[in-house]
């Protein structure tokens, strides 16, 4: 038995996101997932839409409340952008929206819980995807940054820390290649325009909040950053063929947005990718030096499964790119899968492997792990038990196996500054509605209770000393 000790500013705490907690009372727009629902309910399991998921919108106090009883000093959410902006032309901000963001911010902070905020978490506005494309349209970008702006002088002053996007590669992957999210293309070379677009999005909502932060409209020690999810690649063998593989992968889904986002550079090998396929986006000089010179404060790593690849022996088949052009996927016949969770696989050395990525290659700039998270299906989690909790001591060992790892990184320098689990409460996630549970707490769907769990006891004694024994 060893005690695993950390920081004692460390940051323990949840990620969760406004469209899959709040509910759609007075929201001022429709997002895609409200317009992809209307269109193809049989698409999202059990026809279960975002509708009232949470309900957060209602009960934040009783919420906050129950983020304390697990300890949690933290809590990353995400403004709607659907919520906030009344029109999407001017500008004009939805009053409502505006006072239930600080009423529910200042709960947080009143209950000594920082809150972390993230501009984007998929949730594109129904009018300017159907209007304009989305990020397919630069004029979209100058909406993301007017509705940044917006954001950053209401609230931050109170805010310390922001975030631009959360996994910015998903809605590429999910919306023009892979057809998991809405607007279901297929084409390569929209996917990339739509990635460099976001990137710009990015970067010019960076410089937009340095320049309040240099006019003293924000809070002067307030920090902004990005969220990715960075996925090592791990090959079938030690075969030269493999290992260009997995640095194809690593290229296309990781490096892809961590350099130009963290290094401010995009790295020569993607670009030659990209010209080979003839698929490289519309840019200009001065979108280049935007992005170039857009620093940010700390970034945010989401790491759930590991991705396997071996060298393609099949011949590529689809009629538009993809990054599978370059790699097959892998399963490791001797791998350690989840049962609960559609067999993905568990790799806790992953983390240390993210970890001494962002230490060696990226400048060990601050970090934290802004999502890991452990699913069981309610089925498997089963009843509350005569104490009234749900045993899920099955997550509470895997995420001590992970933290472990974590813990040998830091040990050797990583630059990390706390970890944040997904999620807090049961939430809606997209397709998979409420098929996989990962909370804190359950959501009872029929009558909206929070029902406790066994593992949030231990992270309560986690986040008060800082320590855990394994």
Same mark, same amino acid.
């Given at each position: ?61 009783? $919420?906050?409340? &129950?983020?304390? /009883? =697990? *300890?949690? @000093? ?5 403004? +709607?952008?659907?919520?906030?902006? !009344? ?99 297929? $084409?390569?070379? &929209?996917?990339? /325009? =739509? *990635?460099? @677009? ?5 970067? +010019?909502?960076?410089?937009?909040? !340095? ?260």
């Amino acid at each position: 038995m060893t005690t695993y000790q950390f920081p004692k500013d460390f940051m323990w705490g949840a990620a969760a996101s406004g469209i899959q907690t709040e509910g759609s009372t007075n929201k001022a727009n429709p997002s895609i997932w409200d317009l992809w629902f209307q269109q193809s309910p049989e698409r999202f399991y059990r026809e279960i839409s975002s509708d009232v998921v949470c309900d957060t919108y209602h009960k934040y106090q009783d $919420d906050v409340r &129950l983020m304390k /009883q =697990v *300890g949690m @000093n933290s809590f990353r959410t995400s403004i +709607q952008w659907t919520r906030l902006i !009344k029109d999407f032309e001017t500008g004009e901000v939805c009053p409502d929206a505006v006072d239930f963001y600080h009423r529910y911010f200042d709960e947080m902070i009143e209950n000594g819980i920082e809150p972390m905020i993230n501009l984007y978490h998929f949730d594109m506005p129904a009018e300017l995807q159907e209007t304009y494309g989305g990020f397919e349209s630069k004029l979209v970008v100058e909406k993301f940054v007017q509705y940044a702006v917006k954001a950053f002088e209401l609230f931050g002053h109170k805010i310390k820390y922001w975030i631009t996007f959360n996994e910015p590669i998903v809605p590429v992957e999910g919306g023009y290649l892979y057809d998991f999210h809405y607007p279901c293309k297929r $084409d390569g070379k &929209l996917a990339v /325009q =739509v *990635g460099y @677009n976001t990137i710009l999005a990015h970067a +010019q909502a960076v410089h937009a909040y !340095k320049q309040l932060q240099a006019q003293n409209k924000v809070a002067a020690d307030g920090q902004i950053g990005v969220v990715l999810n960075l996925t090592p690649s791990y090959t079938r063998n030690d075969s030269e063929e493999d290992k260009k593989a997995a640095w194809y992968a690593d290229l296309l889904f990781n490096r892809s947005f961590l350099d130009p986002m963290v290094k401010n550079e995009f790295p020569a090998e993607l670009c030659d990718v990209l010209k080979a396929q003839n698929i490289l986006p519309e840019t200009s000089p001065e979108e280049i030096d935007e992005i170039c010179s857009a620093k940010v404060d700390f970034l945010g790593v989401n790491y759930y499964v590991p991705r396997r690849v071996k060298a393609r022996e099949a011949e590529y088949e689809l009629d538009y790119f993809t990054p599978e052009v370059y790699f097959e996927n892998y399963v490791n016949p001797e791998g350690r899968f989840n049962p609960f969770r559609d067999n993905n696989e568990i790799l806790p050395v992953a983390i240390y492997d993210i970890a001494k990525n962002v230490q060696d290659n990226y400048g060990n700039l601050p970090w934290y792990i802004a999502e890991i998270g452990i699913a069981m299906d309610e089925e498997s989690e089963g009843k509350a038990d005569e104490t009234g909790y749900i045993d899920d001591s099955f997550r509470t060992d895997l995420m001590k196996e992970h933290l472990v790892q974590l813990h040998r990184a830091m040990e050797e320098g990583s630059n990390c500054f706390g970890v944040h689990q997904w999620t807090f409460i049961d939430n809606w996630s997209w397709l998979n509605s409420f098929k996989r549970r990962y909370g804190f707490y359950r959501l009872d769907l029929e009558t909206g209770n929070r029902i406790p769990k066994k593992h949030g006891l231990w992270f309560k004694q986690l986040s008060e000393t800082g320590q855990f024994d394994y």
